[in-house]
């Protein structure tokens, strides 16, 4: 596992330069005592590995920026790609506060060369939630603007990019709204907001967090993450926790059947992220630790290895 003794870690993000393993987290201070408290407090840490299992702790990636700035309250979750031309990208998720202890939600990115040093895009944010498609905060039936989460891919033919985002359709019951926002670019430097990959509906979710799509055991799968108190009436009266989802996908960019989303995990895991070992060539989920026995856990788990067991993706 992954863990400081000092901070809480969940979300996270990998890259993987052909040698080591890149873990990119989300961290903050034990000393706020309320886990809560984190969100408004989190910083992007760093850590490598030649395993997935055993990490040592390097430079952070980001911390918050100066306001005024679209990041001045948070860095949030994200992912790392790398452009033909050798250049690393992390996009992330910037958080800025809004009236009542709300807060909006944008995306920017960061460059590197070397995956250690970044640097902020200066035209940051490159995303912010398009009211044509997705739900802002002036709508008043929500915590947020919800629109984080970005997990960028090439496009399987080759035409420039996406970015898969958690946003909130702008009609339906509230805890029915969560929906994969989309966005697409050419050179992953300039962004459209594209209308969202799923619409709202029953047995539906408030919202689907950390996505990643990837194809297992032949069968593409759309993988995120949400909680029972943020789900739908539906899903909250079968008696779940919430934890970690996968949705049966046809393709990279769907269609997605978040109805048919079965649980790979109960509350005790979140965040979960598939990755191919590079050792044995196959699936592994790693998540963190959300629920223990005396509460908010916070650290990051070994690799698990995933299989479809005819039904839905387990870990085996």
Request: glycine share 8%; charged share 25%; hydrophobic share 40%.
């Amino acid at each position: 596992m992954f863990s400081l003794p000092d901070s809480w870690v969940w979300d996270f993000w990998f890259a993987d330069d052909g040698d080591r393993y890149h873990l990119f987290f989300l961290y903050a201070s034990r000393a706020l005592h309320d886990p809560e408290a984190r969100h408004y407090r989190a910083s992007i840490g760093h850590a490598v590995s030649t395993d997935l299992a055993d990490w040592t702790r390097i430079e952070d990636a980001l911390v918050r920026a100066d306001a005024p700035a679209f990041d001045d309250l948070a860095t949030w979750t994200g992912s790392v790609v790398r452009h033909p031309d050798g250049t690393w990208f992390l996009f992330y998720t910037g958080a800025a506060a809004a009236p009542d202890g709300k807060n909006v939600q944008r995306i920017g990115y960061a460059t590197s060369q070397d995956l250690v040093t970044w640097q902020r895009n200066p035209e940051n944010p490159v995303l912010a939630a398009d009211s044509r498609w997705y739900e802002t905060l002036d709508v008043g039936v929500w915590h947020d603007e919800a629109f984080r989460d970005p997990w960028v891919f090439a496009d399987p033919n080759g035409d420039g990019w996406h970015m898969l985002i958690t946003a909130r359709a702008t009609a339906g019951e509230p805890f029915e709204r969560g929906v994969v926002g989309h966005a697409v670019s050419a050179d992953l430097r300039s962004w459209e907001p594209r209308p969202p990959l799923t619409a709202p509906g029953p047995r539906g979710f408030g919202q689907l967090e950390v996505t990643q799509v990837e194809v297992v055991d032949g069968r593409p799968i759309l993988v995120f993450s949400c909680l029972a108190e943020h789900a739908s009436v539906d899903r909250r009266a079968t008696g779940t926790t919430g934890g970690i989802w996968a949705a049966p996908a046809g393709g990279p960019l769907g269609p997605f059947d978040i109805a048919a989303a079965e649980p790979v995990t109960d509350d005790r895991f979140y965040s979960g992220r598939l990755i191919r070992r590079r050792s044995d060539d196959r699936w592994v989920l790693v998540a963190f630790h959300h629920r223990g026995e005396d509460g908010f856990v916070g650290v990051i788990s070994d690799p698990m290895p995933v299989a479809w067991d005819g039904k839905r993706l387990s870990v085996v």
